[in-house]
């Protein structure tokens, strides 16, 4: 199977958005809803942060959103804060019952 | 919450097999349905998935890995266990454990991760 792919680096200043893509298949991402965002500081274990494409578990700020559109999920973080630096990731269930995830993205608040 | 923590030896040699251990607390493993994950991440590198398995043992495996991977849960000591044999550096990983919320990729709860190197 083949990693989902996002890009390796975005950037934003605070108070403005950023969206994170995240490109899969149709036997992935196409197929289903099941597509997770993590956040990961340095050193620490991921966090999920939205499932089932859309969805945030309770605690998560609702300045993280999830979206998808055929192959492609989308992570969107509006008002930008410093404390969002950080390495994004996302994972989907795939048709083999399995689950891959993207590279990651490293997001810089300027 | 439920809490997890992995357990195991920092260092293993090549060829040998790697065996870890993931311990959840709060009791809340012995009922209903629940699924479990180990993930990996090579240092400086982006998250690897290496199985899942669900309480009444099922598996899923990554493909790459599932030749060399056996999972396995004990309900009764709330342990998770991951045993990957004949490793070599490229498996040289922080190693995680994590609970999912369904057994399609959502993963809940995680480890802190412990650290594996692989080298002779």
């Known amino acids: 199977q083949s990693a989902l792919t996002q890009p390796a680096s975005v950037s934003g200043s605070p108070g403005q958005s950023i969206t994170i893509s995240c490109t899969g298949t149709r036997t992935d991402i196409g197929y289903y809803n099941f597509v997770s965002w993590y956040q990961q500081y340095p050193g620490k274990a991921p966090q999920l942060i939205i499932y089932d494409a859309t969805y945030r578990p309770s605690g998560v700020s609702d300045r993280f959103s999830g979206s998808k559109s055929g192959n492609t999920a989308s992570l969107t973080i509006s008002g930008l804060q410093a404390e969002d630096e950080a390495d994004y990731y996302c994972n989907s269930f795939t048709t083999s019952s399995t689950v891959v995830f993207g590279g990651g993205t490293k997001l810089t608040v300027l | 919450q439920l809490q997890l923590q992995e357990s195991g030896p920092g260092l293993v040699k090549p060829s040998e097999t790697l065996s870890l251990n993931c311990t959840v607390s709060s009791g809340s493993v012995s009922t209903g349905d629940f699924y479990w994950g180990w993930i990996r991440q090579p240092p400086g590198k982006g998250l690897e998935w290496i199985g899942t398995i669900y309480n009444d043992g099922r598996t899923f495996y990554n493909p790459s890995l599932k030749s060399r991977v056996t999972m396995s849960v004990d309900i009764s000591t709330f342990r998770l266990s991951l045993r990957l044999t004949s490793v070599t550096a490229a498996d040289t990983a922080v190693y995680f454990c994590?609970?999912?919320?369904?057994?399609?990729?959502?993963?809940?709860?995680w480890g802190q991760g412990t650290l594996v190197t692989v080298s002779s």
């Open positions: 994590a609970r999912l919320g369904s057994g399609f990729g959502d993963l809940r709860s």
